[in-house]
């Protein structure tokens, strides 16, 4: 790799991480333990798994697969979280509705 790789990788990760943080402390955050939040937790999450694994991936090719994986569980959680963190702040719901809960079992 040369230096402007390094750099690259260094950006994307920082990134991934800044996310992975954020995301974890709104989840476990127990002053502000709201449901709006707690989605965005979610959806952070998502977002910085496959952000990671893009990175991951772009500089190293020979992945195993169940790190793909990974990333393409994280693709497929960003439109729920999205949608049901929208509803949540637009609908101004405060506890998670049982159809909620039952679609994201189902997935």
């Known amino acids: 790799?040369?230096?402007?790789?390094?750099i690259l990788f260094l950006?994307?990760?920082i990134g991934a991480l800044n996310g992975?943080?954020?995301?974890?402390?709104?989840?476990?955050n127990r002053k502000k333990r709201t449901l709006p939040l707690m989605l965005l937790g979610v959806l952070l999450l998502a977002l910085s798994i496959r952000v990671s694994k893009s990175v991951f991936l772009h500089f190293n090719p020979a992945l195993p697969r169940v790190i793909l994986q990974l990333g393409l569980t994280g693709c497929f959680l960003i439109g729920p979280a999205l949608y049901y963190y929208t509803?949540?702040?637009?609908?101004?719901v405060t506890k998670l509705p049982?159809?909620?809960k039952r679609s994201w079992v189902l997935l």
Request: proline residues 0%; charged residues 5%; glycine residues 12%.
């Open 1 to 6: 790799m040369n230096f402007g790789q390094q």
């Open 87 to 92: 509803k949540a702040v637009l609908n101004k």
């Open 11 to 13: 950006l994307g990760a």
């Open 20 to 28: 992975i943080v954020l995301g974890l402390y709104l989840l476990l």
């Open 98 to 100: 049982i159809a909620w």
